[in-house]
């Protein structure tokens, strides 16, 4: 018999395998220089529900319909801050067409130190705390920033592991192709 902690343990090493596996077998492509991820068989995103900055919970469930820029960071991060302004820019511009970044910080520090960082910088899309890491391990990130691009039907499309210029042709073309995609994305 397997001792309750080791089941979990096995529980989330194979949830980390298969989510391993479906980006071992991707086929990569660019749009221009732009280097993103896209996943053979596009498999439901992993849950996200966590609370924003003024103590409200947002989940992923409720973005359904929308296409969703998942965007690990953290306040200690250097490459992290310097995407934040573009990422700012993208939300303002493409945010009546149906983008939705969610800023997940990974500080394991109070929110307080988040929160201060989001109001210093004018940042005005949702800012989750994953102060317990649990959202970054269902993603699987091992580098920030990691950035998941979720269709309006709830599946990951793709994925980008460290900084973008998502405000260069390349990042626009892949935000507009998710936008204007046909059917289930």
């Known amino acids: 018999m397997i001792p309750d902690s080791s089941q979990s343990n096995i529980q989330r090493w194979l949830l980390a395998g ?62 992290c801050l310097e995407e934040m302004p573009v990422l700012e820019s993208l939300s303002q511009e493409y945010g009546r067409q149906g983008l939705i970044i969610l800023g997940i910080a990974g500080d394991r520090g109070k929110t307080e130190v988040v929160r201060e960082f989001a109001e210093k910088t004018g940042v005005s899309f949702p800012v989750l705390h994953d102060q317990d890491g649990r959202i970054r391990n269902q993603y699987e990130v091992v580098a920030l920033p990691t950035t998941y691009l979720v269709g309006r039907d709830g599946k990951i499309s793709g994925r980008a592991i460290g900084t973008r210029s998502w405000d260069e042709p390349g990042g626009r073309a892949v935000i507009e192709t998710q936008l204007h995609a046909k059917g289930a994305q």
């Open 18 to 79: 298969l989510l391993v596996l479906m980006f071992a077998s991707v086929v990569a492509e660019e749009a221009g220089s732009f280097d993103i991820t896209y996943p053979k068989q596009r498999l439901e995103a992993p849950a996200i529900r966590l609370q924003n900055l003024n103590g409200n919970t947002v989940s992923l469930d409720t973005l359904r319909g929308k296409v969703v820029l998942v965007h690990f960071w953290a306040t200690f991060c250097i490459p």
